[in-house]
């Protein structure tokens, strides 16, 4: 297990204190899924329906844990349709490659998290024609002009 790299993602919010009671949970129960401070945690969480304090955008995380499914819990408009969006997503990388350029404004040189696939109409077809590579704010500037702007972008 490499370490420190679940640590700084996008879309969760940890303060250094909890960062490193994970670490240190880590360190000691190395190979373990669900440490025995998780069970009864967790266990503890479920009695005297507590389960209200658990909120949205506020997830719990351990080391290990699969933070791309995390992000896309945290931010997905999908409506828990995560295996569609990836499945879609696939679909566009094997058909439109990752252009490193933005269509809009002509940026080039993006990569990873710096340029998105949008969508044109947000019917998330199957359609090559409906596809944008678009840099953030260009993908931001777009949504908003097509009226997609939802107040989960906001964050
Ligand atoms: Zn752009």
Not at 7 to 17: A, E, F, M, P, V
Not at 81 to 89: I, K, S, T
Request: charged share 35%; aromatic share 10%.
């Amino acid at each position: 297990m490499p370490k420190g790299v679940y640590i700084h993602k996008r879309g969760i919010d940890l303060t250094d204190k909890q960062i490193l009671h994970f670490k240190k949970l880590h360190e000691k129960n190395r190979g373990r899924s669900l440490t025995k401070e998780h069970k009864l945690k967790i266990s503890k969480a479920n009695k005297g329906g507590n389960k209200t304090s658990f909120k949205k955008g506020h997830i719990t995380w351990y080391p290990g844990r699969d933070t791309l499914a995390l992000q896309g819990h945290n931010n997905s408009n999908w409506k828990g349709d995560n295996v569609g969006y990836r499945a879609l997503h696939d679909w566009v990388k094997a058909k439109l490659g990752i252009p490193d350029t933005c269509e809009k404004c002509g940026k080039s040189g993006l990569k990873g998290k710096k340029i998105h696939w949008a969508n044109k109409d947000h019917k998330y077809r199957r359609k090559k024609s409906d596809w944008l590579r678009l840099c953030v704010p260009c993908h931001r500037k777009h949504d908003y002009e097509k009226g997609f702007w939802k107040p989960w972008n906001k964050k």
